[in-house]
Structures are given as structure tokens and as C-alpha cells.
């Protein structure tokens, strides 16, 4: 079973800083399967990133993800009002197996 | 546009089982993809229940593999969850989503649907 890791628990920056969430696994990983998600309170998760890397869907460029391996990152370059939220990584595990990260808060400074 | 609606008891008995449907609309069930639920207990994290393919075969969490039952009913573009002898600490608020071929990520979710467990 592959555990993911998310650090730190909670965030805590003002609108305008530059967020820097980790993912972390147990084991490697594909590249492919690694997805970011945004929740709000009170909303189901939006899908943010796929494939480590690659933005959904009318997701705005100041949302961006990279790594490989055991390691990933989403990174939020100017934090704007409404991305004061949780975010979840998730993983897919021998392909048809997924598992999510335990998230992180990212909260107004 | 893709949208989901989960539907069903909001209150369910000790013991009992648990079953919740999802009406798909915008996008039909028997084009592709896999279908899927997933639990957020409060205050908590998400959980993968499972998906289930539009032939109908399923793919379930092997912590909820005994009891979890996934279905899909092309003819109604839905799909259903059962999980049978609930407990406390199968309360969550339970969301249906549409689940990508290969890559195994939620691209569309419903908006969720609270369930309690008591008697």
C-alpha cells in the first residue's frame, strides 16, 4: 500500500505570497497518475492537476505542478482570495488502487 | 457540461445498509470512463470507495471490499452505491464523480450527499 504525505498540515500566507504545497510517497510513482484537487468548505473537490503536471480544465495558470518519483509539488505562484482552501494529492496504486494525501490548508495570514 | 447528483437516505440504522444512487447528466454512462464514489467523513480527509466500468465491472477499496457494492444502470445514465452493515464511522458525506480511463483521476464530482448513522 502507497501512503502519501503532505507537508505542511497548514499553511499560513496573505493573498499576493507564492504557495508551495508537498506531496510525498512511500514508493515511486507514475507520473501519470499523480492529480491535485482544491476543496472549499461546504464544496467537493475540484480537480486542480493531472499527470504531476498538467492543468484541468479552466484552471489558471498560477496553479502549477511538478515532480517525479516519490516527490511532487503544487505550487500556487500569487495567491489570490479564493485559493484560501484544502488541497489534496491523490495517487493511483497497481493502476486501479487510489489513494489521497491528507491535505494541506492553505490559510489567510 | 458533465454534471452528477447523488441522491438518497440522508439517515441510516446501525447495521443497515447504505445506498445511494448518481444521475449523470451531459455525458452518457455507456460512452466511457469509469464512475466512482468517494466518503469525507467530517472534518476529515477522502476516502476511495470505488468505480465501476460501463460494462459494470468493479474496482473496490480493499478496506471496504466486503461490504461495498458499485452498479451501474446505462438504461438511467446512473449509477449506485451499497454499503452494507454501516456503523458510526461510516458517516461522511458521499460524493459520486466521473473517473478517467487510464489515469485514474476525478475530473467531474457531485455536489455530495450527508449521511448520518443512527438509530
Known amino acids: 500500500e502507497i501512503v502519501l504525505t503532505q507537508s505542511p498540515g497548514t499553511l499560513s500566507l496573505s493573498p499576493g505570497e507564492r504557495a508551495t504545497l508537498s506531496c510525498r510517497a512511500s514508493?515511486?510513482?507514475?507520473?501519470?497518475?499523480l492529480a491535485w484537487y482544491q476543496q472549499k468548505p461546504g464544496q467537493a473537490p475540484r480537480l486542480l492537476i493531472y499527470g504531476a503536471s498538467t492543468r484541468a480544465t479552466g484552471i489558471p495558470d498560477r496553479f502549477s505542478g511538478s515532480g517525479s518519483g516519490t516527490d511532487f509539488t503544487l505550487t500556487i505562484s500569487r495567491l489570490e482570495p479564493e485559493d484560501f482552501a484544502v488541497y489534496y494529492c491523490q495517487e493511483n496504486v497497481n493502476s486501479r488502487e487510489i489513494t489521497f494525501g491528507p491535505g494541506t490548508k492553505v490559510d489567510i495570514k | 457540461q458533465v454534471h452528477l447528483q447523488e441522491s438518497g437516505p440522508g439517515l441510516v440504522k446501525p447495521s443497515e445498509t447504505l445506498s445511494l444512487t448518481c444521475t449523470v447528466s451531459g455525458y452518457s454512462i455507456s460512452s466511457g470512463y469509469y464512475w466512482g464514489w468517494i466518503r469525507q467523513s467530517p472534518g476529515k480527509g477522502l476516502e476511495w470507495i470505488g468505480f465501476?466500468?460501463?460494462?459494470?465491472?468493479?474496482y473496490y477499496n480493499p478496506s471496504l471490499k466486503s461490504r461495498v457494492t458499485i452498479s451501474v444502470d446505462t438504461s438511467k445514465n446512473q449509477f449506485s452505491l451499497r454499503l452494507s452493515s454501516v456503523t458510526a464511522a461510516d458517516a461522511a458525506v458521499y460524493y459520486c464523480?466521473?473517473?478517467?480511463?487510464?489515469?485514474?483521476?476525478?475530473?467531474?464530482w457531485g455536489q455530495g450527499s450527508l449521511v448520518t448513522v443512527s438509530s
Open positions: 465501476v466500468y460501463r460494462s459494470g465491472n468493479p
Open positions: 514508493r515511486s510513482v507514475a507520473d501519470s497518475y
Open positions: 464523480a466521473r473517473v478517467t480511463y487510464g489515469d485514474y483521476y476525478f475530473d467531474y
